[in-house]
Each structure stands twice: as structure tokens, then as C-alpha cells.
């Protein structure tokens, strides 16, 4: 069983910055690829970028590609999302997760076992 807690959302002017954090519980952390999904009001839920169980690997699709950095702290049982140049697209609610063994890559959203609770970023122009 894990548990995932994000934090650091918040409200932010286009070309600003946000850091999500994700923190686990539990001490299988470090067996699970993690990843994160947004979902804007209105739209269904999508993937936003995903991270290997080492850290090693990392997916970013082109909307958030040279903007978005995921990184991972086995350590501290940790995920983060470091968003920068924000557009107001990228207004959504954010949620990490943690994708069961022999998922794909990136992990599709029903490979993704335990959620967070989601966390608001909203963008204004």
C-alpha cells in the first residue's frame, strides 16, 4: 500500500514557476515508476511526465517538454515536478501516481495503482 500526498500548488502569472512535490508513504517507493497527470476543468485527465524507478529514465510528451523537469528522491520517499515558463493551459488540477510493476512506458492511467489527492495550479494571463 502506498500513500501519496502532493503539495506546492498555488497560483502563478504565465511565465512563472511552480514546484509539485509528491511524498510517499510506505517503503516500496523505490519499486514504483511514478509519474504525474493533470486534469483541467472540463477535459479529461492526461499525462503530463514520467520518471524510472532509479530516476535513470524520464518521458516529457511535447507540451511540456523544455519546461517541465520531473526528479525523484528515493531517499525521502519523494517526487517533484519543477514547472517553469507556465502558460495558462497549463491550469489544471495535478495529481501524481504511482504505476504498478510491468506498466508501460510511459505508464497509461490504469496502470497506475495509487493516486494522490491532486493539487490546484492555475496559471493566469
Known amino acids: 500500500q502506498v500513500q501519496l500526498v502532493e503539495s506546492g500548488g498555488g497560483l502563478v502569472q504565465a511565465g512563472g514557476s511552480l514546484r509539485l512535490s509528491c511524498a510517499a508513504s510506505?517503503?516500496?517507493?523505490?519499486?514504483?515508476?511514478m509519474a504525474w497527470f493533470r486534469q483541467a476543468p472540463g477535459k479529461e485527465r492526461e499525462f503530463v511526465v514520467a520518471?524510472?524507478?532509479?530516476?535513470?529514465?524520464?518521458y516529457y510528451p511535447d507540451s511540456v517538454k523544455g519546461r517541465f523537469t520531473i526528479s525523484r528522491d528515493n531517499t525521502k520517499n519523494t517526487v517533484y515536478l519543477q514547472m517553469n515558463s507556465l502558460k495558462p493551459e497549463d491550469t489544471a488540477v495535478y495529481y501524481c501516481?504511482?504505476?504498478?510493476?510491468?506498466?508501460?512506458?510511459?505508464?497509461?492511467?490504469?496502470?497506475?495503482?495509487?493516486w494522490g489527492q491532486g493539487t490546484q495550479v492555475t496559471v493566469s494571463s
Open positions: 501516481a504511482a504505476a504498478r510493476y510491468g506498466s508501460s512506458w510511459p505508464p497509461l492511467q490504469y496502470e497506475c495503482d495509487y
Open positions: 510506505g517503503r516500496t517507493f523505490s519499486s514504483y515508476r
Open positions: 520518471i524510472s524507478r532509479t530516476g535513470g529514465s524520464t
